[in-house]
T-cell receptor
């Protein structure tokens, strides 16, 4: 099956620092990846759609300068939370559309718990 | 927005019982998908039902779709403690491979 790896699983950082989260498709090429944010006991909020070789498409209300997305290859998308603040603390999850006939399904990374002190 | 709602938001049952979760949505869909999330983890795809299908089975899972009522249900039969997780329905938009939007989910607890 399609495997998506997300790293790191958790990160603690000081306010004002930047944090990079990686999302890799291990056994397939992902031209499109999605980044979600999830607060405790809430649903996944789509932040942006990451497209290989082009600029990401951000959802309304998501600051593109705050959440930098780079999708430089067919297997890697990164989300950088710049100048992180405590309100950015959340669970971030990436996903990719499956390969071939499975493109309607999403395959998720295991998520990154970000805690900003 | 295509966001709808799942209900109940929380469900607690005894092992061996069936669990039913419902999902409603507001706009037209191409497909509806159900995902499972264990606490603090990513989501795992369970089953996809297309807009022209009414029912689908996968192991102990049964999904129904009523496009006239814009609703779907997920039935887990003979539940096990390992089924304890949050379950989300996700609406795949119409018009090809549009973004997938999630509901708030149902937190299922199966008591051994």
């Amino acid at each position: 099956g399609a495997v998506v790896s997300q790293h790191p699983s958790w990160v603690i950082c000081k306010s004002g620092t930047s944090v990079k989260i990686e999302c890799r498709s291990l056994d397939f090429q992902a031209t499109t990846m999605f980044w979600y944010r999830q607060f405790p006991k809430q649903s996944l909020m789509l932040m942006a759609t990451s497209n290989e070789g082009s600029k990401a498409t951000y959802e309304q209300g998501v600051e593109k300068d705050k959440f930098l997305i780079n999708h430089a290859s067919l297997t890697l998308s990164t989300l950088t939370v710049t100048s992180a603040h405590p309100e950015d603390s959340s669970f971030y999850i990436c996903s990719a559309r499956g390969p071939g006939q499975g493109r309607e399904k999403l395959f998720f990374g295991s998520g990154t718990q970000l805690s900003v002190l | 927005s295509q966001q709808g709602e799942e209900d109940p938001q929380a469900l607690s049952i005894q092992e061996g019982e069936n669990a039913t979760m419902n999902c409603s949505y507001k706009t037209s869909i191409n497909n509806l998908q159900w995902y499972r999330q264990n606490s603090g983890r990513g989501l795992v795809h369970l089953i996809l039902i297309r807009s022209n299908e009414r029912e689908k089975h996968s192991g102990r899972l049964r999904v129904t779709l009523d496009t006239s009522k814009k609703s779907s249900s997920l039935l887990i039969t003979a539940s096990r403690a390992a089924d304890t997780a949050s379950y989300f329905c996700a609406r795949g938009g119409s018009g090809g491979y549009q973004k997938v939007t999630f509901g708030i989910g149902t937190k299922l607890q199966v008591i051994p």
